[in-house]
């Protein structure tokens, strides 16, 4: 049994005060569990979802998880399931020291607006003999196909023991479940002969698909099956789709579909008006006991864009800085020193590069924001394919003093990849975050543009220039 929870509540700091969300049901005898049982929530791509999941080996009926043995626990987000690989993430199960637990696989899919429940009645005949003693105790598993061409378990009949000629009862689901809405998906079935111990003995399997079920009882819903060598066996149904029912609608994913990968890169202000570092006036004055505008503004968007970025790998710029060894002022410094290789490990890496900046160049300026934009167009226009999403996030003072050239750049970015955003302040991503993405030509890359006034520690923020487009 899988027990998992969806975030930690408001104030609490440890997710063992989680709340449980739900609990799978209970496979017996089976280290290879494929729970069928599916959880509904709401996907938001601009918030942090934090989720667990715990694994018991069940012992007893007790609701009481403590009366039941811990066999491993994961931790993630949804937005690192979402943004997988096919929307599928494996995780390995920690929590016991010194064993290895195992794996967890888990998978999202964003749900189509069908409503429609199916009431399904299949029977077989003279099905392949498997026990020894008896006959078969045959059961059927349902799967419905993937984007990917995998599939995932939807439904499991009941067992109706020792019969080769079994007649499962109706049963219940929403068209959703079963193909999420599309008529002409693969649906695989699978048939297999019950054991105590877990070793279910396969029999055979077919596929079909809810618009040839939905035809009902006739010639066209006799299926055979078959196991690789074995003559067919026929499998007979009976359906009726039922009408539109009482169903959850869940808000529309943005327009980020199911495993884009964004690729995610930061430019900070290191411009002279921002402050001297070693004041507490100064936007980027480091606090010991508390982040500064700069890296409150890039951990509230960074941790929310880093579980779409498959290696965790960010380029992060600086500009507007006299840097090392000739202190000639550059608007386009990669922060951890390397030109050839700007590319920091996670948001933490970001900020260990930002720090170690702001000891070694001396903040100047201009504000240029152009070369910048143009740095990550540059990479954007060599995906075509549409998988691949270039997020800019520039965290600035407010003023910018190449406005025909940050105009043109981002003329240009638009022209390439049909859409870019500007959302000023970085004092308000703490609710804003990343929620102004917005519909893009799926075709070309897509560049979303952050452009944030520092705030803070007492600093009025300055507002972004009007004439921006």
């Given at each position: ?33 494929d729970f069928v049982r599916k959880f509904i929530l709401d996907y938001f791509f601009e918030e942090k979802q934090s989720l667990r999941f715990d694994l018991y080996d069940v ?135 019950w054991d105590r111990d877990g070793s279910h003995d396969f029999i055979g399997e077919f596929t079909t698909s809810y618009r040839e079920l939905a035809r009902g009882q006739s ?237 803070g520690n007492g600093v009025q923020d300055q507002p972004l220039s009007p004439e921006v487009p």
């Open positions: 049994m899988c027990s998992w929870a969806p975030r930690t509540p408001p104030r609490l700091t440890s997710i063992s005060l989680a709340l449980q969300f739900g609990r799978t049901e209970v496979i017996d005898n089976t280290l290879n569990p012992d007893s009926k007790s609701p009481d998880l403590s009366k039941h043995d811990f066999l491993g626990q994961a931790f993630c987000t949804l937005g690192e399931i979402v943004g997988s690989a096919g929307s599928r993430l494996e995780k390995p199960l920690i929590g016991i020291p010194g064993k290895k637990c195992g794996t967890i696989i888990l998978s999202a899919e964003e749900l189509g607006n069908c409503r429609d429940v199916a009431t399904m009645q299949f029977c077989a005949n003279k099905l392949d003999k498997k026990d020894f003693f008896g006959k078969s105790d045959p059961f059927m598993v349902f799967y419905r196909s993937n984007e990917d061409g995998t599939f995932t378990i939807c439904h499991k009949t009941e067992v109706v023991k020792n019969t080769l000629n079994p007649v499962w009862q109706a049963f219940s689901i929403p068209v959703r479940a079963l193909c999420n809405g599309d008529y002409d998906r693969t649906i695989k079935v699978e048939v297999y002969d010639q066209f819903n006799v299926y055979e099956v078959s196991a690789d060598g074995a003559p067919p066996e026929p499998i007979k149904r009976t359906s009726q789709a039922l009408g539109s029912q009482a169903a959850t609608v869940l808000g529309h994913v943005p327009s980020t579909s199911l495993a884009t990968q964004i690729n995610f890169t930061v430019a900070i202000d290191f411009t002279a008006s921002n402050g001297n570092p070693s004041q507490s006036t100064s936007l980027h004055y480091m606090n010991p006991y508390q982040l500064n505008a700069y890296a409150m503004a890039l951990k509230a968007v960074g941790e929310i864009i880093q579980d779409y970025d498959s290696d965790k790998m960010f380029p992060a710029l600086g500009f507007g800085a006299k840097i090392p060894p000739d202190g000639h002022v550059s608007h386009e410094f990669p922060l951890n020193g390397n030109a050839d290789n700007p590319y920091c490990s996670g948001i933490e890496g970001i900020l260990e590069a930002y720090h170690k900046s702001l000891k070694t160049v001396q903040l100047y300026g201009p504000t240029n924001f152009a070369p910048v934009v143009n740095h990550v167009a540059r990479y954007a226009t060599t995906e075509q394919d549409g998988s691949q999403y270039f997020v800019l996030l520039i965290i600035t003072d407010g003023v910018i003093s190449d406005m025909a050239q940050t105009k043109e750049a981002i003329v240009n970015v638009t022209v390439t990849a049909h859409q870019a955003n500007v959302c000023p302040s970085a004092t308000r991503w703490d609710r804003q975050k990343v929620a102004s993405i917005k519909q893009a030509d799926v075709t070309r890359p897509f560049l979303l543009l952050c452009l944030a006034s520092g705030g």
